[in-house]
């Protein structure tokens, strides 16, 4: 998860979310934003010397400029949500219910059948976090057994 492809995708959905919540129309115009320093000041801050866009484009504005008005890789950003906490939050009256969850996964006898009854519960909309909770293991386990599942 921690290739290139994955942060590009990252730093683009972040700095262009000003744009899809039509808060302003242009990336450097929204003033709470690295892409507003990178774009309109002339001395880069001090946190951000060290940042990504930096390294690689230096202080060259038009290429910053290029880079964060690119179009976000659909599909990087697809398995960037169903991988992590990136996912918009739940509609409340459709959320899957904790107590089910935990009935389903206390039928699984040994480790190979919990991690099937994981990766099935996964399918049918529970979230990493809960089914993490339920079995009071870590999200990254969770996730790893969803990621070897998907892979079968």
């Known amino acids: 998860m921690t290739d290139e492809a ?11 979310n000003p744009l899809k919540a039509n808060i302003v129309k242009n990336i450097e115009d929204y003033p709470y934003s690295s892409a507003h320093i990178f ?11 060290k940042s990504w866009i930096i390294y ?6 038009e290429a910053i400029k290029v880079f964060l008005d690119s179009a976000v890789d659909t599909s990087q950003l697809k398995e960037l949500k169903r991988a992590s906490s990136l996912v918009e939050a739940p509609n409340i ?16 006898k040994d480790k190979k059948e919990r991690n099937t009854l994981i990766l ?12 993490a909770k339920v079995l ?13 599942g998907s892979r079968q």
Do not use: F, W
Not at 56 to 61: A, L, N, P
């Open 6 to 16: 994955h942060l590009y995708t990252l730093i683009l959905y972040i700095e262009q």
């Open 39 to 49: 774009l309109n000041q002339n001395k880069t801050n001090e946190c951000l010397k």
């Open 56 to 61: 690689h484009y230096k202080e060259d504005k």
């Open 93 to 108: 009256d459709n959320r899957p219910d904790e107590e089910t969850l935990r009935k389903i996964l206390s039928k699984a």
């Open 120 to 131: 099935k519960a996964y399918r049918e909309g529970y979230s990493q976090h809960m089914i």
């Open 136 to 148: 009071n293991i870590s999200q990254p386990a969770v996730y790893d057994v969803i990621k070897r």
